[in-house]
């Protein structure tokens, strides 16, 4: 190579990694403010209900945790597949809207009906059926128009209909603070309009700045059935990482359960950058994955190894910023003090994903994703026997071991498969 050549692969390179750092910026701008708008909402939450009707919606959320993964088909994953190198992608975010809306609202209505038999009454059925329209069909409805940006390479545009549905929610929240009626019932009702609003707001910017039309499509029975192992891989990573609490808590450890879901968000929180970077990557991978295994699992390689980087990083402050959390909540919350210990020994988690979701990812976008489902399930099944084995004498301890083995296990079978595929090619 000679050496205008070289200095022309390295001009090339770097330009590479500024477009990398300015997706990832952009990433950031989208993650940031939802996450934003969730700590500003719990908050004002915590602070204007009683443990009854906050346990009401925590009840809501829990529901809707489940049914969107599991009601939208695997609509946004099976667009991003389309959209990367679809020549007409407003018809492929079409028939992902139609998926989705039929999927949500026919899902939010039989849950809605059949969850005060569940509750006993606690919660009513047009309650239930409106959160679910706002935070399941609006709110699934919002990510599919950004996940759109990002299979478009419209990260930008993402960002700015991320930052108007957060003004939007915030404001919400502001209104029912300010209100007199702070019931569930109230709150509800300022949800599932402001997730409308919002959706509706992230679609008119859409229509605005990209070409095409936006038309419905009337989706064959073929599109729902082919994303099943697109919704089953979503909720069993749900259940995955939330079946220690209610274990947790049926074991008699109340306070451990709260001490130990205070902790798992602090670490959650951590996953933002590393969510961040893989939807930098997203277009990049699932172009790669339209090719076969091969050009995915070297593209996933190059993720797995700058999240790999940037996770490790995180995981290093948080483990030794513990003892100063633990201080901290000492002075503050004495009967929390153990929430420090569970980040300590959860330090790793963040590493673990990194690994696990850049591989996770690959299947996906290379079209394998019931070996992915396969994977899960088998380490979702093994984690919760290992919680009722465990948890009942062991406490938060027991389920900080079964969680991170099951983790460090998945993220191991998922590189192995990808490997084996790669060298069954």
């Known amino acids: 190579m000679s050496r205008s ?4 692969s ?3 390179a770097d330009d590479d990694r500024n477009r990398s750092l300015v997706r990832f910026g952009w990433s950031l701008l989208i993650e940031v403010p939802h996450l934003i708008a969730g700590f500003v909402t719990f908050s004002t939450l915590v602070l204007l209900l009683d443990p009854t009707q906050y346990g009401q919606v925590g009840t809501l959320v829990a529901i809707a945790a489940i049914v969107g993964p599991i009601a939208t088909f695997g609509a946004s994953w099976r667009m991003l597949q389309r959209v990367v190198t679809s020549s007409t992608p407003k018809q492929d975010l079409s028939l992902a809207v139609s998926v989705t809306l039929l999927g949500t609202l026919t899902g939010s209505v039989l849950v809605a009906l059949l969850t005060p038999y569940v509750l006993r009454g606690a919660i009513g059925w047009t309650t239930v059926l409106l959160f679910l329209i706002g935070q399941v069909s609006c709110l699934w409805l919002l990510e599919l128009a950004i996940i759109y ?3 478009v390479g ?3 545009l993402g960002a700015a209909i991320r930052l108007t549905s957060t003004a ?5 929240v502001t209104v029912f603070a300010l209100g007199s009626d702070h019931s569930v019932r109230s709150w509800v009702w300022h949800l599932c309009l402001s997730m409308l609003l919002s ?3 992230g679609y008119l910017l859409l229509q605005l700045k990209t070409t095409g039309p936006l038309r419905w499509r009337t989706p064959s029975f073929a599109e729902f059935t082919d994303g099943v192992p697109y919704s089953l891989g979503s909720t069993t990573e749900s259940f995955l990482a939330a079946s220690d609490r209610p274990i947790l808590q049926r074991a008699g450890w109340s306070a451990a359960t709260g001490t130990y879901a205070a902790g798992y968000r602090i670490v959650t ?4 950058p590393l969510i961040a970077l893989l939807k930098a990557q997203d277009r990049r991978m699932f172009a790669a994955g339209s090719e076969g295994i091969r050009p995915a699992y070297l593209a996933g390689k190059r993720v797995a190894k700058s999240a790999g980087f940037l996770m490790a990083v995180v995981s290093v402050l948080m483990f030794v910023s513990s003892p100063i959390l633990e201080s901290v909540l000492i002075s503050v919350r004495p009967e929390y003090r153990d ?9 790793a988690l963040p590493l673990i994903k990194a690994i696990q979701f850049s591989f996770g990812n690959v299947l996906t976008a290379a079209k394998a994703q019931t070996s992915r489902v396969k994977l899960t399930m088998a380490a979702t099944a093994a984690n919760f026997v290992g919680n009722v084995a465990f948890i009942p004498s062991g406490s938060w301890k027991a389920a900080v071991g079964t969680t991170l083995v099951a983790e460090a296990v998945l993220a191991m079978l998922l590189w192995r498969a990808c490997r084996k595929l790669v060298q069954a090619v």
């Open 339 to 347: 929430t420090a210990s569970v980040v300590r020994w959860l330090a």
């Open 168 to 172: 939007i929610r915030i404001g919400a």
């Open 10 to 12: 390295e001009i090339s």
């Open 269 to 272: 929180l951590a996953f933002i």
């Open 5 to 8: 050549d070289l200095a022309l």
């Open 149 to 151: 940006t990002v299979g």
């Open 199 to 201: 959706s509706a707001v």
């Open 154 to 156: 419209r990260l930008a």
